[in-house]
């Protein structure tokens, strides 16, 4: 079996990846599955079905599809919507002031003059079919594929409201009804722009995770450096690294010795010391030292390349969350229309007037015209959301605020999350541990090592005088020494005590003091935690760091010992997710960097530090932007509040058609009455959405 993944283009709702998943599975031996949130389609099939034959199946649903390219390197942005979001925010900007004086007039009576329908039948016009395109445009092609999505109700409804009002401006009889067009239109368009906006950046985590790679690298050739971009790179090339470069590609160091930030790729606190023989991944930071990496992958076979193929199965692997509205679009679209027929003819087959008829017909789409249903989603999420940003939480996605009902576990990443991600010293032990501090801060301050820089602040955290330091030499992967007031100082790694990492100082030819040195828990995180367990939910920490630096972490902040995961690598981060996903948990992920975007994509959730990598956020369904872990309970508690109004608002939209088409049908609303009606539905939608603004 072949695998090809399709980038998606068009859909406007649940029902266009329903109907292009069905079309795909049609062709004979083809496995496959629709992502709406992502635009994305994950297609297993034989040989005999090609990719063109793949394409062609979307197009004849009326879509457009083209192969996304995992060869490692990104294309352009394939988020090509019939109308790109870029002008639908101008179409909404216009259609908003232009929905004001129409909304005015129509409603302030005092206000309106002879005439007025005509200046709101100029105003509406444009609102109607320019800001209202992207709408007819998406029920025009339904229509020629013989099916009907949410698109096709607003279309209609909007035109009917509309064509209507216009017979009775031009008749100078019956009730005018442009400011339901124009308030439709506006609304839906917002709900519309703000989805556009979130769906665009679906495709950036893995942007962000190939933008860690070096775009060039200076390689040996004849003795010679020569400078190359990146791609071009073959195994076997000698790489030269200096300080503050990234390694270019996966390889093995062979002259030259430095430490590695590798804290992005591996979540590491502590910078990896190298030296010939030690392996070295691309993406990598270089923070000392020149050193010489032989190239051992390069290309889509680097931990880079592949960490971004495992972040992109990942979000394609997701069920598409449908929207509540659209589950039931297939049926109450087309019901809505047959009423409506049905009702004209009933009326004009028992012998009643033309008009009559025709005005209950119009008040059945009226009545049914989706306003509360377009509008039961978006207000809430605009609400919501906006309540989220100012308590810090960003929710990226409307689809996530259905996963969260029922998180029961959340994984936290360790470094950066819990911790600071920068080392602090915790402790001096010594006969003197401020002469041990000082004389240690000394001879590091003329190192780069994040260790050094740790202990130089600590010292001037104390107000300790930092003294010169001479003859001063660097020993890779053992430690530092030099002459500091007469004495001969070494600085050299010691025994890890408690989960610290730990320097021996000593002059004289003793060691006189041990400084411990940790990633400081943040001081909010024993707070988080145990307002996650008061709402019963289960803190589980994960991370690549070594046991014994878990165990003091966890036991810090309260998180059980049976719940602790260190010495993971980033792929086996995912891994960690999914065994807790296959004992029936709904897991939530909280991390801050690159090698947490796996793990993020893979989980229920995916919360993303806002202080951390771009990777992580972009890969990440909701992002904190503080960096405070207190706001993981907050997201969690606000999102379940969003989904439990949004239900409450769909229950409400859903059950007024219900009850109000069949009043419609028989005669019993007029359109004016039902303009009225929809109208209240819809302000009770709003107001009910309002009271997120509440939330604490």
Known sequence: MATTDLQLSGMSCASCAAKIERSLNDLDGVQATVNFAVERAHVEHGPQVSQHDLIHAVEDTGYHASVIDHSGHMGHDHMNHDVPTDQLRPRLIGSAVLAVPVLALSMVMPWQFPGW????????????????YPFHKAALNSARHGSSTMDTLVSIGTLAAYLWSVVAVVTGHGHVYLEVAAAVTVFLLAGRYAEAKAKRSAGAALRALLSLGAKEAVVLRED?????????????????????????????????????????????????????????????????????????????????????????????????????????????????????????????????P??????????????????????????????????????????????????????????????????TGTMAVAAVEGAEPDTV???????????????????????????????????????????????????TVRVARASDDDGRTSVGVSWDGSERGVIRLVDAVKPTSADAIAELKSMGITPVLLTGDNAAVAARVATEVGIAPGDVIAGVLPSEKADAIKRLQDQGRKVAMVGDGVNDSVALATADVGMAMGTGTDAAIEA???????????????????????????KQNLFWAFGYNVAA???????????MIAGAAMAFSSVLVVTNSLRLKRFR
């Open 117 to 132: 329908q005509w200046l709101v039948l100029a105003l509406a016009t444009p609102i109607v079919f320019w800001g209202g």
């Open 224 to 352: 010679a450096e020569v400078r190359i971009p990146a791609e071009e790179l073959r195994v076997g090339d000698v790489i030269v690294v200096r300080p503050g470069e990234r390694v270019a590609t996966d390889g093995v160091v062979v002259d030259g010795a430095s430490a590695l930030d590798t804290s992005a790729m591996t979540g590491e606190s502590v910078p990896v010391d190298v030296r010939a023989g030690a392996e070295v991944l691309g993406g990598a930071v270089n923070t000392y030292g020149r050193i010489l990496v032989r190239a051992s992958r390069v290309g889509a076979d680097t931990q880079l390349s592949r960490m971004a193929r495992m972040v992109a199965d990942a979000q394609s692997g997701k069920a598409s969350i449908q929207r509540l509205a659209d589950r039931v679009s297939a049926v109450f679209v087309p019901v809505v229309l047959a009423i409506a027929a049905v009702t004209l003819a009933a009326w004009l087959l028992s012998g009643q």
């Open 354 to 419: 033309v008009t009559a008829a025709f005005t209950a017909a119009v008040a059945v789409l009226i009545i049914a015209c989706p306003c509360a249903l377009g509008l039961a989603t978006p207000t809430a999420i605009l609400v919501g959301t906006g309540r989220g940003a100012q308590l810090g939480v960003l929710i990226k996605e409307p689809q996530v605020l259905e996963t969260v009902t029922g998180i029961d576990t959340v994984v936290l990443d360790k470094t950066g999350t819990v911790t």
């Open 437 to 487: 501090l000082a004389r240690a801060a000394a001879v590091e301050s003329a190192s780069e090592h994040p260790v050094a820089v740790a202990v130089v602040a600590a010292a001037r955290e104390r107000g300790l005088a930092v003294a010169a330091v001479s003859d001063f030499v660097n020993e890779p992967g053992t430690g530092v020494h030099g002459v500091v007031d007469g004495l």
């Open 620 to 646: 990440g369904d909701i992002t904190l932007v503080r960096g405070d872990l207190r706001t993981v309970p907050t997201a969690l508690r606000l999102s379940a509040r969003t989904l439990r109004i949004i």
């Open 661 to 671: 088409i069949p009043l419609a049908a028989l005669g019993l609303l007029n359109p």
